[in-house]
């Protein structure tokens, strides 16, 4: 077919699907793809930005330095102050939906002129900011201040996120000691969420064992092989599984960011689990920044590498097996660990192709019955974070992450 006469039929098959409306757009796939929408409508990072074809063929490794975008608000880069303060000032072009704010959907109404997102490390410094007046919004206070805000008569402290969060440990498969299957199924037989849970959140009413590598409460959690995690915690096995697997006292160096509370708590628990076991730990302590590096690194622990670090995922991310970053088991593609398992990775695909929830939700069972065999991760429970603002501030969403639309200061 000579390309005029192409060129024209695509045309025309672009009017009769979009019907001539130059504000759409059509997408073509190889083959059926049931889940096109979900994949679109990621409410929590990483979220798929649409961007310029020029930016997006950027070397992923290559930080982007232009700043563009068609959303409620704007970035002022001149007022950037890294690490400290970052500032966006409301779009008088963006035209906003008209329906309700529902999550990351609906209406997007910008009510203020200007938001200041400030970065304050210290957990008291933040706390007493805020009860002071000096900020109006405090992200995510830790356990203990939040109990303490909670008092106070002109703040709010509630629950951030209806899906909670789902906290891990996280192993490097690529160097030893846990490059070992069973080195892994040691600290997994031993693993108590309760005791990580406690420290993360406090109140039990505010976190809930969650023995499933799928958000709790969601379609695809099940029970599938959670007896590894679920059962009596028995030291004894553990410590056998370690001779097995001929650890011989290596330093095991955990990442913990003395800034982040949820990787800091899951490097302080996990550091008293290995002991108990006697193994031979070390607490790497930094900023968030520097594990964030480190944690890059494929390198032995004696060139800078490392072997383990806590963290969490919005329940939001953690849905299924496709959206959950840590479960992908392609070696080297894979987050953060670097896992390889090629039977993890056939279910995910094969889950990715069902036609139906009841099949996806039977494979699901099944990735997760491999993933407790194989210990990509620990699971380590499921909480409800908590976020703190003054009495004069209104209409904040509660989703699985934190919008700025929709807030007014009286």
Known sequence: M??????????????????????????????????????????????????????AKTDPYQQITETLGSG???????????????????????????????????????????VEWIVVPEPSTAAAALAGGEVDWWEN?????????????????????????????????????????KMRQAVLGVTDQAEFLTALAGDPKDWNNCASF?????????????AALTGKRDFD????LIAEAGYNGEKIVILDAVDL???????????????????????????????????????????????????DFEGAEMLNPWLNPPLPANGDKAWFGW????????????????????????????????AFETVPYIPTGQYSPKTAYRKNLKGIIIAPALFMWNVEKT
């Open 2 to 55: 000579a390309r005029d006469a192409l060129g024209q039929e695509l045309a025309a098959a672009h009017d009769e699907m979009t019907g001539g409306d130059d504000n759409a757009f059509t997408i073509r796939l190889k083959e059926p793809f049931p889940l096109l929408l979900e994949g679109f409508a990621k409410v929590s990072s990483l979220v798929p930005f649409m961007m310029p074809e020029r930016m």
């Open 261 to 311: 509370l949820t990787n800091h708590i899951h490097a302080l628990v996990a550091a008293e689990l290995f002991k108990k076991l006697g193994l031979n730990v070390e607490l790497a302590t930094s900023d968030w920044g520097t594990v964030v590096t480190r944690r890059a690194s494929k390198k032995p622990v004696t060139e800078g590498g490392w072997n383990v670090f806590g963290t």
């Open 72 to 114: 409620p608000f704007k970035f002022v880069r001149e007022q950037f102050e890294p690490g400290h303060k970052v500032v966006y000032v409301k779009n008088p072009d963006y035209v906003p939906r008209r329906e309700p704010p529902d999550w990351g959907s609906g209406g997007k109404v910008v009510k203020v002129d200007r």
């Open 141 to 181: 206070p830790s356990p203990d201040l939040a109990r303490v805000l909670a008092a106070n008569p002109d703040l709010v402290v509630e629950n951030t996120d209806p899906l909670g969060s789902m906290g891990l440990l996280r192993f490097n498969q690529l160097q030893p000691p846990f490059n070992n299957v």
């Open 339 to 370: 896992p390889k398992d090629d039977k993890i990775e056939a279910l995910r695909k094969e889950w990715l192709r069902a036609s139906d929830s009841e099949a996806r939700q039977e494979i699901a069972a099944q990735i997760q019955e491999r």
């Open 214 to 226: 799928f958000t709790c409460g969601t379609p695809m959690a099940n029970d599938a092989g959670a």
């Open 237 to 240: 096995a553990a410590r056998r």
